[in-house]
């Protein structure tokens, strides 16, 4: 047997398993998305590439309108830093951040959320996590879908994919709590 019938071998028996229909629909949503954008294409004459042209995305929200839900402190002596820290160790850089949540709110809430979680639904991104700097995170108002539902381990999280504004022209997936996420319709 020579090479060659060795990879027809190689390649006939690697047949793909037919994929979940949460993956078909992640697929066809990123396909969907795609041709909503296309706006058209531009044929090369002399056999070039063919040149893609994509309609404008929206503006990304305002920053202003989605203030923090939790409070930052900056500066703080080396006694008050080590204060914070003995009061809750998880404290990046001895800095009040939001509170974590207990293992009864995270229960509640993955609770409440099993009304309207599902793959496909249209959400907000309504808060955030603490930032290094302390500055309102970006994502905060954007809108997107949720892509993915997590294990049990990760109950609190969900995958986003995020819809696009300004100049993005690639997906955007992200992992957030679900406390930071409220549907909306669409």
């Known amino acids: 047997m020579d090479d060659r019938e060795e990879l ?3 390649l006939g028996e690697g047949q793909r398993p037919t994929p979940s229909p949460d993956a078909q629909w992640r697929a066809e949503y990123s396909k969907a998305q795609y ?3 296309l706006a ?3 044929f090369d004459l002399f056999g070039g590439p063919t040149i893609e042209h994509f309609h404008r995305n929206t503006k990304p929200p305002a920053q202003e309108a989605w203030p923090l839900d939790y409070e930052m402190t900056h500066d703080l002596t ?3 830093q080590a204060q914070q820290l003995a009061a809750d160790p998880q404290t990046p850089w001895a800095r009040t951040t939001r509170k974590a949540m207990t293992p009864e709110e995270k229960v509640e809430m993955i609770a409440s959320a099993a ?3 599902r793959l496909g639904q249209r959400v ?3 808060g955030t996590s603490p930032s290094i700097d302390g500055s309102n995170e970006r994502r905060v108002g954007r ?3 949720v892509r993915r539902l997590c294990s049990a381990a990760f109950a609190d999280y969900v995958y986003i994919n995020l819809d696009l504004v300004g100049q993005e022209r690639s997906e955007k997936v992200i992992f957030i709590e679900l406390r930071d996420v409220v ?3 669409d």
Do not use: K, S
Request: no cysteine.
């Open 183 to 185: 549907p909306i319709e």
């Open 143 to 145: 809108v997107g879908v």
């Open 35 to 37: 041709q909503r954008r």
């Open 124 to 126: 907000r991104i309504t």
């Open 78 to 80: 080396p006694e008050e």
């Open 115 to 117: 009304n309207w979680l």
């Open 40 to 42: 058209g294409a531009q």
């Open 8 to 10: 027809e071998r190689l």
